[in-house]
Structures are given as structure tokens and as C-alpha cells.
């Protein structure tokens, strides 16, 4: 009996692939079958094994010490992921089957999604491209990983381009319309786009709730819809490809684009990409906080040569959610004096951020609010103070601008007029 070989369910689990270091994948007999289904597909050259290749690479990247940037958990199981990509999602269990702290992979499903990208009912990465009218357009399929073109082939000198839509309506109006957000409504630039084309992360417009921004408002920006959140993993997921293949990628979001793009860079903040500043973003009409934006890209060591890298329109969604009723650039400013600002620099930065927030509180709470708040404070005349505070308000700019070799620098505001002057006498 000691000898008696059992026989061994077909449908067991086994290991599946050669794991080598890493975490081991487990599947059961009919999801092995489709797994080595995927394999031999993935050695032809032909669209399908474009995709096998893709789907078999993600499963491997499970055998990794750390999760996936495209895998989500699953509410109220704390074993369950979800692997997700533009044209399919594999759902695994989180196990140690080995026992010890040695945690493996029990494959528990594979989904195709390609016919739901297909038909724009799921997020999905997609090469835009003249039709044979001349206009922008979407290809027949998306595509399973991000890839530079001849045309854009990820340099320094000419990087790939990518779009992140909003709710921006019909889906064949959203190549045009990106484009114009891309070029930043310059008419050369979107002519240039036009010849080379783009690629386009295509998020599916959500219900009215969502085209009339209620969503965003209600939460100022911070929650995304089911979605969103798969959009964001997926947007990582490319990212990181692009990082990997030592390209260069401008990503351009568009209104509610903004909560997909800078969720997907706090998916990689979490594992400490370092993006070698090879990547850059811009936010257009943005409706989630450039604060977030912000952080986000330094602390990724993103581009940051552009100090143009975001507009909005005054719109409530943007000024709730993007703006955060004017104090995101403020806490955009201490962050980069208290963690990106050289010592001999950071006495004129203070300045200037003084400044700025002299001139946040003077438009959010009038002369008469600020004025209140001195008056209180050193229990002087109410109505002095507000000819004092309106005085300093309008005469500050014009002072300034006055001090000797203040207008040597070219005229972004007066903070920075301040800024310059007095890094220029620290540097002394």
C-alpha cells in the first residue's frame, strides 16, 4: 500500500511554466490548457500571438516579489486580485501552498475582454490615425501594450505621444477633440499631430451623472468610478512598459482624464519607479488636483522642464476639484520649498510663496477679511487696517517692479519678481 501510486486529478492543481525564482503559478487542468493554448499562440507572428504574448507575459509577471501596478484587490477578500490589461483580466488567489511565508499564485480565471475594447466599452490603448478621408480615427483594434512608432519613436527629441480622455461625448468626436488638447490648441502643433498620429487611452464616457461632473464635485476629484480605477491600472501598467523600454512619453489628460492619469502615477509612486525624467505629463481642463499631479511627478523624477504643464478652464468642476478652490498651487509651492529646493534658494522661494498667499487670502476674503483678521490681532482701527491692507494690495506690484533690477528678469508675477531679486543677493 506504501507504494500504491493515487492517480492524480486532471483537474488538480499543478504548477504551470518553469518558475525558477519568484513566486509558483498554480492552475487546474482546464486552466493550464488554456495557458499553454496561450503560449503556442504567443510564438506566432500574427495579431492573435501579439496578444498571447501580452497575456503570458502578464501572467508571469505574477512569479514577481510585488504585486503587479495593473492588479486590483477584491472587496472583503483578501486573498483575491484582479490582473488587469486592455484585452483581458486573469483573477488569481493569493495563497502559500508551499507553507512557510512563501505565498504562490492559484490562476482561478481568464477573461477575454478584446470583443468589450473593441467595442468601446472598456478602457483600452489605441494607435490614432489618419482614415482614408484624411481624419483622425480609431484603427479596427486596440493595441495590448504601448509601442513607439516611426513617426513618434520615443526620443528625446520626439517623443510618444498619449492621451487620456475625459467625458468628452461621442466616441468618433474623441481622436479630434484629444488632439486639440495634445497640440495645446496650437494650430501647427495639432497640424503635426494629424501627420504622425497619436496614441490614446480610451476611457468610455460614463452616465450623465458623470458628463455633468456631479461625481467630481461631490468628492472634489478624489473618487473615480469602477472604470476610472480600471483605467488607472491599466494607464500604469503602459507607463511602466514605457519606462522599461527606455522611452520618452508625453501624457496629455483631458477634464476627467486628470483623476485616470494621476491615479496611475501614485500606482507606481507606491513602488518607487524612478521614471528617470523621461516622462512628462500635461493636464488640460483638469478636474482632480494638480497638488496631487504634482507630488506625484517629483516624486516619480518626471520632467519637469515645462513650467507650463496644466490649464483649466474656470469651470466649478475644475475649481473645485482641480484648483481646490485656489490653494492647490499654494501647497504646490511648499511642497517643492520644503522637498525640492536648494538651500541658498529657499529664503526667496519663502518669499514668494508669502506672497502668493497674501494674494489667495486678499481674493478669497476681500480687504475687509484680511483687514478684520489684522485689526484683531493687534487691536488696532478695523477701518485703518482696510485702507492699509488696500493700499499695500495695489501699491506692492509697483514697488516692486521699482526695486533696481527687478525688471532684469522676464515678468511672471511679482512673487517671482521677489524671488529672483533675493536669490540673487543669497548667491552673493
Same mark, same amino acid.
Given at each position: 500500500?506504501?507504494?500504491?501510486?493515487?492517480?492524480?486529478?486532471?483537474?488538480?492543481?499543478?504548477?504551470?511554466?518553469?518558475?525558477?525564482?519568484?513566486?509558483?503559478?498554480?492552475?487546474?487542468?482546464?486552466?493550464?490548457?488554456?495557458?499553454?493554448?496561450?503560449?503556442?499562440?504567443?510564438?506566432?507572428?500574427?495579431?492573435?500571438?501579439?496578444?498571447?504574448?501580452?497575456?503570458?507575459?502578464?501572467?508571469?509577471?505574477?512569479?514577481? @516579489?510585488?504585486?503587479?501596478?495593473?492588479?486590483?484587490?477584491?472587496?472583503?477578500?483578501?486573498?483575491?486580485?484582479?490582473?488587469?490589461?486592455?484585452?483581458?483580466?486573469?483573477?488569481?488567489?493569493?495563497?502559500?501552498?508551499?507553507?512557510?511565508?512563501?505565498?504562490? %499564485?492559484?490562476?482561478?480565471?481568464?477573461?477575454?475582454?478584446?470583443?468589450?475594447?473593441?467595442?468601446?466599452?472598456?478602457?483600452?490603448?489605441?494607435?490614432?490615425?489618419?482614415?482614408?478621408?484624411?481624419?483622425?480615427?480609431?484603427?479596427? #483594434?486596440?493595441?495590448?501594450?504601448?509601442?513607439?512608432?516611426?513617426?513618434?519613436?520615443?526620443?528625446?527629441?520626439?517623443? %510618444?505621444?498619449?492621451?487620456?480622455?475625459?467625458?468628452? +461625448?461621442?466616441?468618433?468626436?474623441?481622436?479630434?477633440?484629444?488632439?486639440?488638447?495634445?497640440?495645446? +490648441?496650437?494650430?501647427?502643433? &495639432?497640424?503635426?499631430? &494629424?501627420?504622425?498620429?497619436?496614441?490614446?487611452?480610451?476611457?468610455?464616457?460614463?452616465?450623465?451623472?458623470?458628463?455633468?461632473?456631479? &461625481?467630481?464635485?461631490?468628492?472634489?476629484?478624489?473618487?473615480?468610478?469602477?472604470?476610472? &480605477?480600471?483605467?488607472?491600472?491599466?494607464?500604469?501598467?503602459?507607463?511602466?512598459?514605457?519606462?522599461?523600454?527606455?522611452?520618452?512619453?508625453?501624457?496629455?489628460?483631458?477634464?476627467?482624464?486628470?483623476?485616470?492619469?494621476?491615479?496611475?502615477?501614485?500606482?507606481?509612486? *507606491?513602488?518607487?519607479? @524612478?521614471?528617470?525624467? *523621461?516622462?512628462?505629463?500635461?493636464?488640460?481642463?483638469?478636474?482632480?488636483?494638480?497638488?496631487?499631479?504634482?507630488?506625484?511627478?517629483?516624486?516619480?523624477?518626471?520632467?519637469?522642464?515645462? @513650467?507650463?504643464?496644466?490649464?483649466?478652464?474656470?469651470?466649478?468642476?475644475?475649481?473645485?476639484?482641480?484648483?481646490?478652490?485656489?490653494?492647490?498651487?499654494?501647497?504646490?509651492? +511648499?511642497?517643492?520649498?520644503?522637498?525640492?529646493?536648494?538651500?541658498?534658494?529657499?529664503?526667496?522661494?519663502?518669499?514668494?510663496?508669502?506672497?502668493?498667499?497674501?494674494?489667495?487670502?486678499?481674493?478669497?476674503?476681500?480687504?475687509?477679511?484680511?483687514?478684520? +483678521?489684522?485689526?484683531?490681532?493687534?487691536?488696532?482701527?478695523?477701518?485703518?487696517?482696510?485702507?492699509?491692507?488696500?493700499?499695500?494690495?495695489?501699491?506692492?506690484?509697483?514697488?516692486?517692479?521699482?526695486?533696481?533690477?527687478?525688471?532684469?528678469?522676464?515678468?511672471?508675477?511679482?512673487?517671482?519678481?521677489?524671488?529672483?531679486?533675493?536669490? #540673487?543677493?543669497?548667491?552673493?
Amino acid at each position: 500500500m506504501g507504494n500504491l501510486q493515487l492517480h492524480q486529478q486532471s483537474n488538480a492543481l499543478q504548477a504551470w511554466g518553469t518558475s525558477g525564482q519568484g513566486r509558483t503559478i498554480f492552475a487546474t487542468g482546464s486552466q493550464r490548457q488554456i495557458l499553454d493554448n496561450f503560449t503556442q499562440l504567443s510564438q506566432q507572428q500574427s495579431s492573435e500571438g501579439y496578444h498571447a504574448q501580452a497575456l503570458v507575459k502578464a501572467v508571469n509577471s505574477l512569479r514577481g @516579489d510585488a504585486s503587479p501596478v495593473n492588479s486590483m484587490l477584491k472587496p472583503n477578500h483578501p486573498t483575491r486580485r484582479l490582473l488587469i490589461a486592455g484585452g483581458f483580466e486573469i483573477e488569481y488567489e493569493l495563497n502559500s501552498y508551499y507553507g512557510g511565508c512563501q505565498t504562490d %499564485v492559484e490562476i482561478v480565471g481568464i477573461r477575454l475582454a478584446t470583443g468589450e475594447a473593441e467595442n468601446f466599452k472598456r478602457p483600452a490603448l489605441w494607435q490614432i490615425e489618419k482614415n482614408e478621408r484624411g481624419a483622425l480615427d480609431f484603427p479596427p #483594434k486596440p493595441s495590448s501594450r504601448l509601442t513607439p512608432t516611426k513617426k513618434q519613436p520615443g526620443s528625446a527629441k520626439i517623443p %510618444v505621444k498619449i492621451g487620456v480622455n475625459g467625458q468628452l +461625448g461621442a466616441t468618433n468626436d474623441v481622436p479630434t477633440l484629444m488632439a486639440s488638447h495634445i497640440s495645446h +490648441g496650437d494650430t501647427a502643433k &495639432r497640424r503635426a499631430l &494629424r501627420e504622425s498620429g497619436f496614441q490614446l487611452l480610451y476611457v468610455p464616457p460614463e452616465n450623465s451623472a458623470w458628463v455633468a461632473g456631479w &461625481r467630481t464635485l461631490k468628492s472634489l476629484g478624489n473618487q473615480g468610478s469602477e472604470q476610472q &480605477r480600471k483605467a488607472a491600472r491599466i494607464l500604469a501598467q503602459h507607463m511602466l512598459e514605457a519606462h522599461q523600454q527606455n522611452l520618452h512619453v508625453e501624457w496629455t489628460s483631458q477634464g476627467e482624464g486628470a483623476w485616470v492619469l494621476i491615479e496611475a502615477m501614485q500606482h507606481l509612486q *507606491q513602488q518607487q519607479v @524612478d521614471l528617470r525624467q *523621461q516622462q512628462k505629463i500635461f493636464l488640460s481642463d483638469h478636474t482632480r488636483s494638480r497638488f496631487s499631479a504634482d507630488r506625484a511627478r517629483r516624486a516619480l523624477n518626471m520632467n519637469l522642464e515645462d @513650467d507650463k504643464w496644466h490649464n483649466a478652464a474656470p469651470g466649478l468642476p475644475q475649481t473645485v476639484g482641480g484648483e481646490q478652490f485656489g490653494l492647490a498651487p499654494l501647497l504646490s509651492a +511648499g511642497n517643492d520649498l520644503l522637498h525640492h529646493t536648494p538651500r541658498e534658494e529657499r529664503l526667496g522661494k519663502t518669499i514668494n510663496l508669502t506672497y502668493q498667499t497674501g494674494e489667495y487670502l486678499f481674493k478669497k476674503w476681500g480687504a475687509a477679511g484680511v483687514a478684520g +483678521g489684522l485689526a484683531a490681532s493687534t487691536g488696532g482701527s478695523a477701518s485703518l487696517a482696510v485702507a492699509v491692507v488696500k493700499a499695500l494690495h495695489n501699491l506692492a506690484p509697483t514697488l516692486i517692479a521699482s526695486i533696481p533690477g527687478a525688471r532684469n528678469y522676464y515678468f511672471k508675477n511679482t512673487g517671482d519678481q521677489l524671488q529672483n531679486l533675493v536669490n #540673487k543677493q543669497q548667491k552673493r
